[in-house]
Structures are given as structure tokens and as C-alpha cells.
């Protein structure tokens, strides 16, 4: 059973950066595309970024394209969310999720059928 921790949450200004990483504890997730997703209060939770397991295809909201960024280093079995000019619309609890992949799908990114889930962290922008 793969475990997902998400860190790297906080209290920014608008206008800051924040860096969220996300590692599995337990078996590696060398051949899971990730993705990042938000819930805000009162909302629905909702896709934010994905990356596939190749690295070789990245996926945005529209509302963060442009602004925020999916990486991966498979040696370190992490996934990180670069967050740049942070609007206090982006204050949400921030999930990381996995989606187990076979070969065909090694160049998967997006939105759905992720299979684990990290308890997620708290992102507030202030304005």
C-alpha cells in the first residue's frame, strides 16, 4: 500500500512562491503518474497539476497555468508543485495523489483515476 506525505505548505502574501513536495513512504512510485489537487473551503476538490511517470507530459488548470509548475525525480521518489505568484484564490488544502501506471501508459498525465492519496497541506494566501 502506497502511502503519499505532502509538505511544504504555509501562510504566503499574494504575489509569493511557495514549493510543495510530495514522497511516498514504503514502496517507490517509480511507475505512478502524479498529479496535485486542491480543495478549498466550501468547494469541491479539484485537479491542479499532473505529471507522468516518463516526465514527458505535463497537464494545468488553466487557472495555475502559467504560474505554477509539476516536476518529478524518480531517483528521489519525489513530486514537487513550484507555486509563483500566489493569488489568495489559490488558498486550499493541497493533495498529492498517484495513479499506478502499466508501459501504455507511461506518458499518462491528467485529471483522473488516481488510485492513492496523501492527507494533504494547507496553503494560505493572504492578500
Known amino acids: 500500500q502506497v502511502q503519499l506525505v505532502e509538505s511544504g505548505g504555509g501562510l504566503v502574501q499574494a504575489g509569493g512562491s511557495l514549493r510543495l513536495s510530495c514522497a511516498p513512504s514504503?514502496?517507490?512510485?517509480?511507475?505512478?503518474?502524479m498529479g496535485w489537487f486542491r480543495q478549498a473551503p466550501g468547494k469541491e476538490r479539484e485537479f491542479v497539476a499532473a505529471?507522468?511517470?516518463?516526465?514527458?507530459?505535463?497537464d494545468y488548470a488553466d487557472s495555475v497555468k502559467g504560474r505554477f509548475s509539476i516536476s518529478r525525480d524518480n531517483g528521489k521518489n519525489t513530486v514537487h508543485l513550484q507555486m509563483n505568484s500566489l493569488k489568495p484564490e489559490d488558498t486550499a488544502v493541497y493533495y498529492c495523489?498517484?495513479?499506478?501506471?502499466?508501459?501504455?501508459?507511461?506518458?499518462?498525465?491528467?485529471?483522473?483515476?488516481?488510485?492513492?492519496w496523501g492527507q494533504g497541506t494547507q496553503v494560505t494566501v493572504s492578500s
Open positions: 495523489a498517484g495513479n499506478a501506471v502499466g508501459p501504455s501508459r507511461y506518458d499518462y498525465c491528467g485529471p483522473s483515476r488516481y488510485d492513492y
Open positions: 505529471i507522468s511517470w516518463s516526465e514527458g507530459c505535463t
Open positions: 514504503g514502496r517507490t512510485f517509480s511507475r505512478y503518474a
